[in-house]
């Protein structure tokens, strides 16, 4: 497994720019994909008990990365493995970090065009309004967590992704790469964690929902614009940056180096 990985930071970094990007463009699409289902999972989930609610929306945010691994593309938060390449001398600090910056160039534009077309659909209207009601939940409730809050739960939650993308490399086939990916992905979920592509999704699709819904959405709804004046273009870059950050963190050091430092140290 630490060589496979190894070897696909190695081959990540060698691919032309063109197809980091488009990898990543659809990788920004797929995880938004996982977040749109866990939002129709939450709407109307006000009866059930909170933890159970929250495993839900887990399981079916899955989806996204499910896509990524099995489908084929390239996310930002998972390709934080790409450290053990260059821990192990295989690549160098300025293709390592070309990978990063062009996929994550693609990520934000996967996930935010996504968020545009779905606003566009007129999919926040669903169900008298209550779809666009908890997509603005969603994300106020991310652009309210203090700095030092988004950082830590951002560090927990790649933890969990780049464990889950490590043992898909374990994985023999299809079957197995989705058993083994959905535990950690519906555990960061459920658990409140914060992963900067989803972010890049919930926010920006929020603040379409809150700038351009028509009068009749608020009615529907029984709110209004003011109700959810915490979630601004300010807060969704602040929790956007410091979620960056934090995945970073948790992917590449916490994950990454040290299964290098126990299983490549000697071989390096």
């Not at 691994?69 to 295989?90: C, K, P």
């Not at 300025?94 to 968020?115: D, E, F, P, Q, S």
Request: aromatic share 12%; charged share 10%.
């Amino acid at each position: 497994m630490a060589l496979a990985c190894e070897a696909a930071g190695v081959a990540k970094a060698q691919r032309d720019t063109l197809t980091l990007f488009v990898l990543g463009l659809l990788a920004g699409a797929f995880i938004s994909f996982g977040a749109i289902f866990m939002t129709i999972v939450l709407t109307g989930a006000s009866g059930v008990p909170w933890g159970l609610a929250r495993v839900a929306a887990g399981v079916t945010f899955s989806l996204g990365l499910i896509l990524v691994i099995v489908g084929g593309a390239e996310l930002f938060t998972g390709d934080a493995l790409m450290i053990m390449a260059r821990a192990s001398g295989r690549i160098s600090v300025r293709a390592l970090l070309r990978a990063w910056v062009v996929v994550y160039v693609g990520n934000i534009l996967g996930a935010v065009g996504t968020a545009a077309l779905v606003f566009l659909s007129g999919y926040h209207g669903f169900d008298g309004g209550a779809v666009g009601k908890t997509a603005l939940t969603i994300a106020a409730t991310k652009a309210a967590l203090p700095t030092v809050n988004v950082f830590f739960l951002s560090v927990l939650c790649n933890i969990l992704v780049c464990l889950a993308v490590w043992m898909s490399f374990g994985a023999q086939s299809s079957a197995d790469k989705v058993i083994v990916i959905l535990p950690p992905i519906a555990a960061f979920v459920a658990a409140g964690f914060e992963h900067s592509i989803a972010n890049l999704y919930f926010l920006p699709y929020a603040l379409a929902v809150k700038s351009w819904s028509v009068p009749e959405f608020w009615a529907a709804i029984g709110e209004s614009a003011a109700s959810f004046g915490g979630l601004s273009i300010g807060a969704a870059f602040h929790n956007i940056v410091i979620a960056t950050l934090g995945n970073l963190v948790g992917g590449s050091l916490m994950v990454g180096l040290v299964y290098w430092f126990v299983y490549l140290r000697r071989k390096s």
